[in-house]
C-alpha cells in the first residue's frame, strides 16, 4: 500500500483515480491547483505524486520544479492530456519518473503508479543503506583513531618500561661491579691482615734484639750509624704494622660512662710533653659546665682523639693554635655530646676531603694513612658522625658528635 497525491483541476478525473488506485488500497489524497500540491507535500510525505501537466494558474512542470528545488522525496508521474512528446521529454528533464497519455485505463493507471511507488521505496532504501553505511564508516574512522591512540600509548608504555628496565639493568651491573671490587678489597684486606699479623711477632723479636745489640755493641763510626737506621727502621715497622692490625682487626667496643672532658684533660697533657709539640704551639680548651658522662669506649675513644690531636700539631710546623672543645650539640634533634678539635694549620682543600678518610692516604713521609679511617670507624662505630670543616689556608676543624642516651 502507498499513499498517492493526485493534483488535477477536474473533479471527475480526481474522483474516478481515487476510485481505481483506492480500490487497490492505495491511500488517496486529491489536491485541485500545484499550489495547494505544494502545500499537502510540504506537511505530510507521499510515496507518488500524481499530476497534471495542465493546471490553471501554475503548470505540472512548475510544481515539477519546486519539488525538485525543495528536494521533496517523491515519484512524479505527469498526466499530458495531448499525445505531446516535447512536453513529456521535458517533464522527464525535470525529474518525472514516469508520464501518462490521456485517456488513461485503469491498468495502465495501477501499473505506473505501483513502479512509481517501487521506485520511491527503492530510493528510500538506497538512502537508508546510505546513511547507515556512512554511520558505521564513521564508527570506523573513531574505532581505528582509538585503536591508534591505544597502540601509541602502548608503545610510549613499551619504551619507557624498556628505559626503565635498561636502567635498572645499568645500575645492577655497576652495583654488581662495586659489590666484586668491595669483596676483592675485603679479601686484599684480610689478606694484608693475615701477613701482617705473620710479622709483628718475628718483627718485634728483631727490633728487642737489635735494640739490645744497640744498648751493648761497642761500635763507631759507620756501623753506628747503620746500627741506629736498622733500630729506628724496625721500630716505625713496627708501629706501622701495629696500626694496620689495629685498623683491619678492630676490637669490639666495650662501653662504659666517661667523662669526655677528663679524657681531653689526659690526652692534652701527653701532647704537652710530645716532641712533635714545638713551643710554638698554643693550646686551648673549653669545656662546658655540667655534662653528663657518655658510654663510650674509653680506650678506642681515647685512640681517636690523640689521632686528631697529633694530626692538628703536625699540619701546624710553624705553631699556631690548637683549640679543644666539648658541649652538648645545640638545635639537633638526638641529644648528643661534640667534640670539636680545630687547628690553624694549612687547612684541607674541598677535593681532599673526601679522601683523608680514606684508609691508606697519607701525604706525610712517614704517615700510615690510617689515623683519620680509623677515627671515622671508632666514632661511627659509637653510633655517632664525624665532620670536617676546613678552608684551605685557614686551618681545619674535626667534628665528633657521640649520641646521649636520652635520660642523659
Ligand atoms: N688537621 C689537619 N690539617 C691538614 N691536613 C690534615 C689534617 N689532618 C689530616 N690531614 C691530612 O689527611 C691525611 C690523612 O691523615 P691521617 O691521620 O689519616 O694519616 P696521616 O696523619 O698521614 O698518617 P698516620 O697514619 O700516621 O696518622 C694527612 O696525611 C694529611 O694530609
Ligand atoms: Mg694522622
Redesign the pocket.
Known sequence: MSSILIVDDEEAIRSTFRAFLEAEGHEVTTACSAAEARDLLAREPFDVLLADLMLPEESGLSLLKSIRSSETEVSAVMVTGYPDLSTAVEALKEGAYDYLTKPITRQSLLAVVDRAAERKHLLAEKRRLEQENAEYQKSLERKVAQRTGELQESERRYRELFEKTRQAYDDLKEAQGRLIQSEKLAAIGELAAGIAHEIRNPLSAISNSIGVLRRDLEVEGDDRRLLEVVFEESQRLAGTVA?FLKYARPRPIQKSAQELGGILEDLLLLLSRDHRNSDRVSIESSYEEGLPPVEIDATQTREALW?LLV??L??MPEGGTLSVSVGRTKGSVSPAVEVVIS?T????SADERER?FQPF????PT???????SVQRIVEGHGGSVRLESDSGKG?SFILRFPLTSDG
Open positions: 696500626d689521632n694530626n692538628g703536625e699540619a687547628d694549620g694549612g687547612g684541607i683523608v692516604y697519607t701525604t706525610k704517615g700510615t694513612g690510617l689515623g683519620l679511617a681545619s
